[in-house]
Structures are given as C-alpha cells and as structure tokens.
C-alpha cells in the first residue's frame, strides 16, 4: 500500500540547475497535483493533472513544468532554480468527484543556494 | 477576501479540554469541504470531511453553515496526540473533481499534560 510516493525527499541545489521532482500514485487516481508549502503561507497549487496527457497551471505556476504521460506518474520539473524555490513541495492524487479528498506524498524538501 | 481564512492559532490548551476552530470561505458555489490535520514536517492527512448536515467522528466535528460560509472543527477531550496544525480545506468547483483545493493557512494546535 505505497499510495503516493515522492523522490527525493531531500535536496539542495544550486541557482541555475534544473532538477525533477518525482511523484509515482498507485492508486489508480485520475486527478494528480503539486504544492508548495512555505512558512505562513499555506499550501499553493502549482500544477495539476485530470488525467493522463491534461495537465493545467495552479496558482503559482512559474519557473516550473509538467508532463503526465502515465496514470501514475506525475513528475514536476525546476527548469532553472532560484533561491525563491526553496520550499516543501508535495505531490497528491485523488479520485474523480468533486467530495474525493486528496491524498498526499512525504514531500520533498529543496533548498535553493 | 481571502479564499479560505482561518485563525492561525496558536492554541495551547489542557488535557481533556474542548477546542474549537473556525473557517471562512469567500466561494458561495464551493462545494466540498474537509478539514485535513498536519503534524510538524509531515503531510497533511484528511482528518474528516465536512457534510451539510454535520458530522461527527470520535471525538471530533465537523460543521458546515453555507449560509455564512463558515465551516467548523470541535475537538472534545483534547489528548497530547491532537497537537499538530489543522487545515480547513475547500473544493471551489463546480463541476469537476477535486484536483483545485484550496487550503487555509491552518490554525496550530498543542495539547499540554
């Protein structure tokens, strides 16, 4: 019973790089999505997925890419990092329907130099 | 106004007591309702979900009031084991699932011997 599972679970980058967030559900869920938590502010969709090949922007969207090319996989793409990216980043899946709650990875917590 | 406000706390409360958190959403149409519980450096996890009629769990519940849109959380006999942070979660569509929650900041809980 894995459910949603996140790699890696830490990191630290350097400005500059680029690195992929992975995020694997086994739970058959269509809906997958990406958040940032940081101190004080909550949870902030970047983006999500209905399905396999749809994917949408969240709130905060920029400096971040997606694909879902798999009902199970979901992975979040830093494309040039900044310090602004230091954050907790979770991965969630959820059934269609609108009362589904989501369910949540461990997370990953990246750090930005 | 906010999306989805909440107290942040903290609440620091004795063994055994009640405690009550609250919740206001700006959506009328929002339609789905949870609130999720999240320990220190952990992920969130659905507490309960939150029906129209009210429900309880346990120890614990949950109320909506669409009328004011305010949604609400009773934790009666607080143990230690309560303390963590406590987010009230919305689903703002209409249609569709729930793969655009919104999230409160959370109201953070501890429970003292």
């Known amino acids: 019973n894995a459910g949603v599972t996140q790699t890696p679970k830490f990191q630290v980058l350097k400005t500059g790089q680029s690195m992929t967030l992975q995020c694997a559900q086994d739970?058959?869920?269509?809906?997958m999505s990406w958040y940032r938590q940081d101190p004080g502010m909550g949870l902030r969709l970047i983006h999500y997925s209905v399905g396999a090949g749809i994917t949408d922007q969240g709130e905060v969207p920029n400096g971040y890419n997606v694909s879902r090319s798999t009902t199970e996989d979901f992975p979040l793409r830093l494309l040039s990092a900044a310090p602004s990216q230091t954050s907790v980043y979770f991965c969630?899946?959820?059934?269609?329907?609108?009362?589904?709650?989501?369910?949540f990875g461990d997370g990953t917590r990246l750090s930005i130099l | 106004r906010k999306e989805v406000e909440q107290d942040p706390g903290p609440f620091n409360v004795p063994e055994g007591a009640t405690v009550a958190f609250n919740c206001t959403y700006s959506?009328?149409?929002?339609?789905?309702f949870f609130w999720y519980r999240q320990d220190c450096r952990k992920e969130p996890k659905l507490l309960m979900s939150?029906?129209?009629s009210g429900n309880e769990d346990g120890r614990f519940t949950a109320q909506l009031n669409r009328a004011s849109q305010y949604i609400s959380l009773l934790i009666r006999d607080s143990k230690l084991s309560d303390s963590a942070t406590y987010l009230c979660v919305v689903n703002p569509l209409t249609q569709g699932g729930s793969e655009k929650l919104v999230f409160g900041k959370g109201t953070k809980l501890t429970v003292n011997p």
């Open positions: 739970m058959n869920h269509e809906y």
């Open positions: 969630a899946s959820t059934q269609a329907g609108s009362n589904q709650p989501q369910h």
């Open positions: 939150v029906y129209s």
């Open positions: 959506n009328s149409a929002s339609q789905s």
